[in-house]
């Protein structure tokens, strides 16, 4: 079952720009994390933040939660071609140390 | 660094055949993961193992086995492949008591 679903499913800007992904669930978590995916590649985590938290930061990116709204965003700021990649949130229920992630957004950086 | 190794990076197998998939992680954990990747459908679960010897179904566990004799060894095993068995497989892994989750870099198989 899909807990985490990514919106929009691509995003296409010019580099420099920002891009904002957002992530919607639907049961309670533990933590939610952010993973990037390079064409055929596995994935890489790039950031968490748990339930108690509401921003976290971490270079160019900055996540949000809200756990009233049941989402979470992704900022992405002055973006480079070398972002381009698809990008995936996964939330963690529980203490089985199991991942669900969502579908997908597709970022493409245009030089 | 932690290093996910999935020994096959591209598979081509008939239908009907069986399917090992290998993944080796090289930092002790404990937790290791099989999910597979459609487009569209994002990555869905297919086992997971907490220990060896220990597994548990993930959310399409059907028409899979798993294996995981030591530590750091987790197989995927198709019985008896199918064409809708054609995707991305993914193996990861996680040490107790952290959150970050390792990927290997995929094994892509096609069953024709």
């Known amino acids: 079952s899909q807990q985490g679903e990514e919106d929009p499913q691509a995003l296409s800007i010019q580099e420099g720009e920002n891009a904002t992904m957002n992530c919607s669930y639907k049961?309670?978590?533990?933590?939610l994390q952010w993973y990037r995916q390079n064409s055929g590649r596995g994935l890489v985590h790039l950031i968490l933040?748990?339930?108690?938290?509401r921003e976290k930061h971490s270079g160019r990116l900055r996540v949000t939660l809200d756990t009233s709204k049941k989402s979470s965003s992704l900022l992405i700021t002055a973006s480079r071609a070398a972002d381009t990649a698809s990008y995936f949130c996964?939330?963690?229920?529980?203490?089985?140390?199991?991942?669900?992630f969502g579908k997908g957004t597709l970022l493409t950086v245009n030089p | 660094d932690v290093k996910v190794t999935q020994s096959s990076r591209y598979l081509v197998k008939r239908t009907g055949e069986k399917v090992f998939l290998e993944c080796v992680q090289d930092m002790d954990h404990e937790n290791m993961f099989w999910y597979r990747q459609d487009p569209g459908l994002g990555l869905r679960l297919i086992y997971f193992s907490y220990d060896v010897k220990m597994k548990e179904k993930g959310d399409i566990p059907e028409g899979y086995s798993v294996s995981r004799e030591k530590k750091e060894r987790f197989s995927l095993i198709l019985e008896s492949a199918s064409t809708n068995q054609t995707s991305m497989y993914l193996c990861a892994s996680r040490k107790t008591g952290r959150d970050t989750i390792y990927f290997g870099e995929g094994s892509w198989l096609t069953v024709v």
């Open positions: 049961t309670s978590i533990n933590n």
């Open positions: 933040i748990r339930s108690n938290e």
């Open positions: 996964a939330t963690e229920r529980g203490s089985n140390y199991k991942l669900t």
